[in-house]
């Protein structure tokens, strides 16, 4: 994978962190912590109208990973319809997130309550540091990481797109990082694609954008960068017809990743013909 698409990837050298040859161009599937996935967008389960409104979402979103705030939801069905009902467990990968926790104390705390309710040992770890901005708490991640993966969890990582964090916790043995493309449903896009292209360069985990996704166009941008997925909640549940934005959201995950295979061509600042000029008569 190159740095960008137009320059060849640089030789290697003697640094600390060395460019590392990815093999995501040849992935056809998505694989994490041993599962396989056709589906490289994954989607959150918040926001909804209603159940029935979040089963057709996620139905024409195609996803096979969805995400459930574990302090968010209800998991004492005596207490109240719940979500865990209204989802085809045996359809869906669920992926219990540590959403709201602002300690790492209460997000191990919160993936051991997942792992109890759910009988799964993937987590999609967040430590949040500020509640205005919801950035991660990159060191108490790191904690929480550590924690959680000596505990048998698979762990996936809500962090900045900070590339030292990020091979860092791959370092850790986190089957994935996920870094963030702007604040939480902030709807902002990707902000900064060079950081996500050094971390495709160097961190040879899944790299999953987590956040800020705001429309199609965004997904298709990080899957053409060479993400392995994309991860939203917001862009689909905040549509004005969420149904419709699933499906987009879908053809779009697909396009992009498509065209990262397929190659574009490299970018130019004159013109060239589309068809030859090699024989052609001139007629003055």
Do not use: H, W
């Not at 998505?30 to 029935?52: C, H, N, P």
């Not at 954008?209 to 990080?222: E, F, R």
């Amino acid at each position: 994978m190159n740095l960008t698409p137009d320059t060849p990837a640089p030789a290697p050298s003697s640094s600390p962190s060395p460019i590392l040859t990815s093999p995501r161009a040849a992935t056809r599937v998505l694989t994490i912590a041993g599962r396989t996935f056709q589906s490289r967008l994954m989607v959150g389960t918040g926001k909804y109208k209603d159940f029935e409104e979040t089963i057709r979402a996620l139905e024409e979103s195609g996803a096979e990973i969805i995400t459930v705030a574990i302090r968010r939801v209800n998991l004492d069905r005596s207490k109240g319809p719940s979500l865990l009902d209204a989802i085809d467990a045996k359809r869906y990968t669920l992926l219990p997130n540590t959403a709201g926790c602002f300690t790492v104390e209460d997000a191990v705390l919160t993936a051991q309550l997942a792992r109890e309710a759910l009988g799964t040992n993937l987590v999609k770890l967040e430590v949040l540091g500020d509640p205005r901005t919801l950035f991660p708490d990159n060191r108490g991640t790191l904690r929480a990481a550590e924690i959680l993966i000596k505990d048998g969890f698979d762990v996936l990582p809500y962090t900045t797109d900070d590339p030292i964090v990020c091979r860092q916790l791959a370092e850790l043995g986190c089957p994935a990082v996920m870094p963030l493309a702007a604040p939480i449903g902030s709807g902002l896009g990707i902000r900064n694609p060079t950081n996500l292209q050094i971390i495709l360069e160097t961190v040879n985990v899944p790299i999953i954008v987590d956040a800020g996704v705001g429309t199609a166009s965004d997904v298709a941008v990080a899957m053409e960068l060479g993400c392995d997925a994309v991860l939203l909640n917001t862009a689909i549940a905040g549509a004005e017809d969420p149904i419709k934005m699933a499906r987009a959201m879908r053809l779009a995950c697909e396009a992009g990743r498509l065209a990262y295979e397929a190659g574009r061509i490299p970018r130019k600042l004159y013109a060239t013909a589309s068809s030859p000029l090699d024989g052609v008569v001139r007629t003055s």
